[in-house]
């Protein structure tokens, strides 16, 4: 089925959807364990949820695909991950809200830290924070001119910034830099096809100086460059489904994916309850919204099972403030699955419940990965999440006479 | 999601797969009984590894669709039954390893029996032993020339052979000549559009000639054509995965399977402990492993339920030779179903078991049907099953950023 299919079916209404994203809350039991990270957490407003809900399984992208964030994300929208897969660099860039062009080349940066021989040895450059990212960026801007193109350097967070190169003729086909490991030097920028040669060019005087003008730092002496993206346009949540989305996530790149599919992104917050209660004072103006936890993603990435069981509680703890305000439909899942044991994105399917006042029961008591699976919903392709939640809030019509 | 996707996903590393195939595993119970031939079966062994595994039930083409060998085995492998369906007679020639040319339109055969007033008596012409059919492929080689066309006999086993014409402007698009039944005559190879009424007539020259040659066998008097196919390459295992493939396989059409997709096929071995034995022997040198266990599926074809539960408990006794071996990722199901209430093949979905240390807790205990239905895999098509296996093998990279 086409995940467009649904498009053509919309009808507006008053009804009002939440999606609820725990970014990476599928798990797998550490060695010698028998429950996720998620079925080990005591979880009972989500329990007391589930009992009402319908749940399944998520497929994000395909059998066996370990997705990253920003397809994983396309697809809990209802866009195909694949046709529509982009470099993550314009992700940052309409993240931190930067004014894109269609002359516009986007990159996402590490700052990291080579040796002496030149070799990467941390490629997050200890993970510097974002007054010195900030204080880097105003050093290279300085810094750095080049021959024939505009070039923009912008914080994202952390040790991550943004990179935008603008001018005639750039092409995002190039080898990006990050060699993905340490103990080993940055990649050199080839072009992956001969018409990139000129941008290939222009990214490599772009290296040189960067290294010159970082070679006096500690920590981050050398930037490492990734997810090429030229601009590119979407229709949005708006023009597709007829709804009226706000985003209500911290890290810049969920807000840059909000942006791009049309959402009206809040305000930045500072803790898992500041994001709750942004949602409920904000819950008249919209009919979508898109509320992201990012911590039991980032707990999964550091390998702390315990941890990410915390975020997962903390979680539970604030879904009423959900629930009192009866969304005529409430998901709960994540983009995809990010297991501790094994410290990285991972291509198990996510569990997901969807609340309604039409879900048909089915016998899952608890909200876990193992029930889940025998769920209503069965096991499913992400994309088709936000048709099912269309229609359980009485927004699609029928097809065909 | 299409199948070729994790093609461009791959990265080598040193993990290794086995893929066990007990061909046309899947059953039905007798009349008046409740279990197949599966869940009758005595196997301590794929039960204990099925509790720590994650199980489904695989559609070797889709729902309602009886596969033929070649498709099926196709599909286990990653590569799309439907786009890559051939005729059986390339599986064939590949299989008794025939030198292949690209002029060479190949055909499988069958020695049979006919009576006086040519009907199809005897389809098999008794099942005659290898050394008979080599006989009579010799006899044909004397006794047949064609007026411009180059035809090869080649014996495969018991009453199989394989005929090649080697030429110019041959087609494939020809009426089969088995009646696929007892009682009636051989069909008239009638080209399938008009370009092939050359090809049809040089088919229709040989029929006659071969009929006229075998005229004086008592068991083999005539052969009966089908899957019919012209010289196709395709890219294999190496190529698409990265992996350096074994194929331990006995029947001709599996060994020319697995070399048509690049596989090493190791040499004859007699039982299923020696298939065993031969894997044992050359795990070191490889990372793929293709165990085909033929007896499953022809003890299922001859209607013979508990003949096919004997051999079901034979392969679980020497399972833990594989076990023992620990590889990263082991993977036990069949091609198709085979119930012996059918006594051929049949559409319902096979069951599979997925062993790895990544696995995700499910609540099967037993490796059968009914308890495949609530695996952890679901029901999907087999043609993701080998995405899933490189994934669990840590042979995936992310998709997307």
Redesign the interface.
Known sequence: MNPELIDKLVVPNDTKIVFLILDGI????L?GG???ELETADTPNLDRLAKKSICG?LDP????????????HFALFGYD??KN????GI?SAAGINFPMTEKDLFM?VNFATIDGSGLVIDRRAGRIDDETNKRLCHKLREGIKLKSHEVFFETEKEHRALIVLRGDNLLEEIEETDPQKVGAPPISPEPLKPEAAETAAIIAELTDKARDVLSDEEKANMILL??YAKYRSYPGLSERFGLKPLAIANYPMYRGIARILGMTVNSLTETIEAEFTAMRDNYSQYDFFFLHIKPTDSRGEDGNFDAKVKVIEEVDSFLPVITELRPDVLVVTGDHST?A??AS????PVPVLLSSDTCRPDNVERFG??EC??GGL??I?TVYLMGLALAHAKRLTKFGA
Chains 1, 2 share one sequence.
């Open positions: 599928g798990g797998l039991p060695p028998d429950k996720t399984l992208i395909g059998y066996g695909i370990t997705p990253g964030s920003g397809p994983a991950p694949v897969n982009v470099g993550r992700l996402r990734r997810g297991p044991l094994l994105h991972s291509w198990h990965e193992r699976i025998n069965g096991r392709p």
